[in-house]
C-alpha cells in the first residue's frame, strides 16, 4: 500500500499550517452528505481547498452521476428525453460550475485548477473520445478560472487586488477599494437548455448572511443582494469573460 503523503515540507506546515487531507478522512466525511455529493447543482465551497483532495472526489462523484444519467439509457421512461452528447456536456459543465475553492498558496492554486481540469476532460473523453469539442473545454477551464480563488479565507480577500472593478453602482472610493481586495463567487445556473446566468456575490456577504432573498440588507450597496447578472450560451463561457482573466 502506497503511504499518502500529507505535508510538502515542515516549513509550509511551520508557516501555514499545510496538511493535506487523506482520501480515507476525505471519502469518510463526504459520506456524512452523500445524497448532496451525487447531486449536480449541490455546492460546495472548501475554503482551505489545498490541492483539491476534497473538491476532486466531489467531482469524481458527481460526473459518476453525470455519466450514468448519459449511459443509463434504457432506464428512462419514454416520455424523457434521450440522452446526447450535449446533455452530457451540459451536466458536466452543471457538476464543475458547483464546485468552489479558496486557497493560500498559488502553487495550490494551479495545482487544483489542473487536477480538475484535468479529471473532468478524461470522463469527458471516456466518453466521447473522438467527438470532444474545444469550446466545452474551454468552459471548463473558464469555471475553475473563476471558482478556484487565490485568496484568504480569513481576510476574506484574493492575494492579488483586481486592476478593475467587477461590479457596478460603486460610490466612494473605499467601496471600489474593498472590491477590488474582496473574494466574489459566481453563483452559475442554467435558465434554458443551453443558457446560462451568473450572479456574483461577495464571499463575507455570504459567510455573514447578508444576502436576502428579497433584497432587503443593513449593508451598503453592493454588500446587499446583487442583481448585476449576465447571461451566454454555455459552450460560449470562455468568450463571453475573456476580458476578465487576469
Known amino acids: 500500500?502506497?503511504?499518502?503523503?500529507?505535508?510538502?515540507?515542515?516549513?509550509?506546515?511551520?508557516?501555514?499550517?499545510?496538511?493535506?487531507?487523506?482520501?480515507k478522512e476525505v471519502n469518510a466525511m463526504l459520506d456524512l452528505v452523500a445524497m448532496?455529493?451525487?447531486?449536480?447543482?449541490?455546492?460546495?465551497?472548501?475554503?482551505?481547498?489545498?490541492?483539491?483532495?476534497f473538491l476532486i472526489e466531489i467531482l469524481r462523484r458527481k460526473l459518476a452521476v453525470a455519466a450514468e444519467n448519459y449511459q443509463d439509457k434504457h432506464k428512462r421512461k419514454k416520455y424523457v428525453k434521450s440522452p446526447s452528447q450535449l446533455s452530457y456536456e451540459r451536466d458536466l459543465i452543471l457538476a464543475v460550475s458547483s464546485i468552489y475553492g479558496i486557497e493560500l498558496l498559488e502553487d495550490n492554486v494551479k495545482a487544483c485548477r489542473k487536477r480538475l481540469f484535468d479529471f473532468?476532460?478524461?470522463?469527458?473523453?471516456?466518453?466521447?473520445?473522438?467527438?470532444?469539442?474545444?469550446?466545452?473545454?474551454?468552459?471548463?477551464?473558464?469555471?475553475?478560472?473563476?471558482?478556484?480563488?487565490?485568496?484568504?479565507?480569513?481576510?476574506?480577500?484574493?492575494?492579488?487586488?483586481?486592476?478593475s472593478i467587477s461590479l457596478d453602482g460603486l460610490v466612494t472610493e473605499?467601496?471600489?477599494?474593498?472590491?477590488?481586495?474582496?473574494?466574489?463567487?459566481?453563483?452559475w445556473s442554467f435558465v434554458t437548455e443551453r443558457k446560462i446566468k451568473r450572479v456574483p456575490f461577495i464571499y463575507w456577504g455570504l459567510v455573514d448572511r447578508a444576502y436576502q432573498p428579497n433584497g432587503n440588507s443593513p449593508l451598503p450597496h453592493p454588500y446587499r443582494t446583487v442583481f448585476q447578472s449576465s447571461l451566454c450560451d454555455f459552450l460560449q463561457l470562455k468568450q463571453q469573460y475573456a476580458n476578465e482573466y487576469e
Open 1 to 23: 500500500m502506497i503511504k499518502e503523503k500529507q505535508i510538502v515540507s515542515k516549513k509550509r506546515v511551520a508557516d501555514h499550517g499545510e496538511v493535506y487531507t487523506r482520501e
Open 36 to 53: 448532496q455529493t451525487q447531486s449536480l447543482s449541490a455546492t460546495f465551497l472548501e475554503p482551505a481547498c489545498g490541492t483539491g483532495n
Open 174 to 187: 473605499e467601496e471600489k477599494e474593498r472590491s477590488k481586495k474582496a473574494i466574489i463567487f459566481y453563483q
Open 120 to 163: 473532468a476532460t478524461a470522463e469527458y473523453a471516456r466518453l466521447f473520445p473522438d467527438s470532444q469539442k474545444t469550446a466545452c473545454l474551454d468552459a471548463i477551464e473558464c469555471l475553475l478560472h473563476f471558482n478556484i480563488v487565490w485568496g484568504n479565507a480569513l481576510s476574506m480577500e484574493v492575494e492579488t487586488p483586481r486592476h
